[in-house]
């Protein structure tokens, strides 16, 4: 569980921002001061009086009005006092307590339990309070739990793909090889069929050889090597067109594209995304002679870089289903493929926090793919 530092208190605002117990001695302080000048008066104001000599009745009306007004300031008195009895240990200090409380478990102590007693609505609230905390808490650790159980089976699921298709390369190596000295060296006793037999049992060997090979690259993306770091873009994008080059000339296909800036990636997997953009813009083409172009804008933080193309398109619905392994929507012999590269794009990308789709709203012919990359920071230059 991640706990962040406790960010610093609001600070309160307006005449409020005072704490109560401050306006409480502010009061009482003021009420103190009104008493005592009250008490003086009524002191100086009898002593007056005696001095007239008044009457034995009116002077005894006196003391018994004196003694009345004695007994009213005191009942005041006590009654602030009391009040400031209250205000301290019914509110102020069950406040304090619960604030307490509250700053332990926002300080990351999740499992502190938040409880007042005292008075009748903080002992309701704090414990409405802790309901809530309860419920969250719970339900944060059935979300973390079943995060931690998916990364766990992730993790298991690239090394089961890993380690089955680097441990299948071997035998399936040998099969092909021993099938095709059988042809080399008892072709001419064979007859037709039997010939015919090898042929398919060597393009078989052949074809699951690439399924392997492509699924073992596959699962590597992400694992062990791969650092991010600034990384050209349009030097990857020489790489691919480099590696392409005998099937751009063989297709007359011309690729151009803006020019393209420093990213965030590891420079292989990148030349690796665009050679497997361009190689499909060029595979499915159309009859005119594909043209592709990749473009790129700047989204944010981030570049949104497109391959589009001139050829067959993609429909719609299919949006989604391309981009899953071994997925084609075509047969193997009119185009050939295994259906890997548009699922190892997707990896790539998301493994550089990015996102790839189909623009389904391109429009017009062929197909445009669009994909997101960190940008390099400022004056960040590739190595
Ligand atoms: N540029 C494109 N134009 C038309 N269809 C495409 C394009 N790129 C990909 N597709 C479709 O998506 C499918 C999956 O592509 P991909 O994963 O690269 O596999 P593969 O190239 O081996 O067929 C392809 O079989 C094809 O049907
Ligand atoms: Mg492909």
């Known amino acids: 569980m991640s706990i962040h530092p406790l960010p610093p208190a609001r600070e309160p605002t307006g005449v409020g921002r005072l704490p109560v117990a401050w306006w409480f001695m502010l009061t009482g302080g003021v009420a103190a001061a009104a008493i005592v000048a009250g008490g003086a008066t009524i002191l100086a104001m009898t002593a007056q009086v005696r001095a007239l000599n008044p009457r034995p009745e009116v002077a005894a009306q006196l003391q018994t009005l004196n003694a009345a007004l004695v007994a009213l300031l005191l009942v005041v008195a006590a009654c602030g ?127 699951m050889q690439l399924l392997i090979n492509d699924l073992l690259d596959f699962s590597r993306v992400g694992r062990a090597t791969g650092e991010r770091e600034p990384a050209d873009a349009g030097g990857a994008l020489d790489a691919a067109l480099e590696n392409l080059s005998a099937a751009i000339e063989d297709a007359g296909a011309v690729v151009t594209r803006d020019p393209l800036p420093v990213v965030l990636a590891d420079p292989r997997r990148l030349t690796q995304l665009f050679q497997n953009l361009v190689e499909n813009a060029v595979k499915f083409r159309s ?53 890997i590269g548009l699922a190892l794009c997707r990896k790539i990308v998301e493994f550089h926090g990015g996102r790839i789709w189909l623009d389904g709203s391109a429009g017009g012919q062929g197909a445009t793919f669009r994909w997101t990359l960190p940008a390099a920071e400022e004056g960040q230059e590739p190595s």
Request: glycine share 6%; hydrophobic share 40%.
């Open 81 to 207: 006092a009391g009040l400031a009895f209250i205000v301290r240990f019914a509110v102020l200090k069950p406040v304090g307590a619960l604030t307490e409380q509250v700053r332990k478990v926002a300080a990351g102590d999740f499992d502190h339990r938040l409880r007042v007693d005292r008075p009748a609505e903080l002992a309701e609230l704090s414990s409405h309070v802790d309901a809530m905390r309860g419920r969250i808490v719970s339900a944060w650790r059935v979300a973390a739990d079943q995060a931690e159980e998916l990364r766990r089976s992730n993790g298991e699921l690239e090394q089961f793909a890993y380690v089955a298709s680097h441990d299948l390369q071997e035998p399936l190596r040998k099969v092909a090889s021993f099938t095709q000295m059988l042809e080399q060296r008892y072709g001419p006793q064979l007859d037709e069929r039997a010939r015919q037999y090898i042929h398919y049992a060597v393009d078989g060997a052949k074809r």
């Open 287 to 339: 009859e005119r002679p594909p043209r592709v172009h990749v473009g790129v804008r700047r989204v944010d933080d981030l570049w949104e870089f497109s391959c589009s193309d001139n050829g067959i398109g993609v429909e719609p619905k299919y949006a989604e289903r391309i981009f899953l392994i071994f997925q084609r929507l075509h047969p193997r012999d009119v185009y050939p493929g295994t259906g």
